[in-house]
């Protein structure tokens, strides 16, 4: 399940040929997969542990602020 409100951007790499998933509030998180499935579900890991790991250190935990330039006003 996600507890999180970050935007997730999902993309083909044809160098790699694998579907990216990057979360550009938290630099650097991403992940990829064969699918575009896999992907979003590696990423959600991801997600986890960069959380877990802020936390843990004492590091701030960003506020979700992208959005997508189809929400821009």
């Not at 083909?12 to 990829?32: F, N, R």
Request: proline share 7%.
């Amino acid at each position: 399940m996600m507890d999180h409100h970050y935007h997730i951007n999902i993309f083909w790499s044809k160098e790699d040929k694998v579907w990216i998933a990057d979360v550009p509030d938290l630099k650097p998180c991403s992940a990829h997969g064969d699918t575009p499935a896999e992907a979003i579900a590696e990423v959600q890991v991801a997600i986890g542990l960069w959380l877990d790991f802020a936390r843990e250190h004492g590091h701030s935990i960003p506020e979700a602020r992208y959005r997508p330039a189809i929400y821009a006003a």
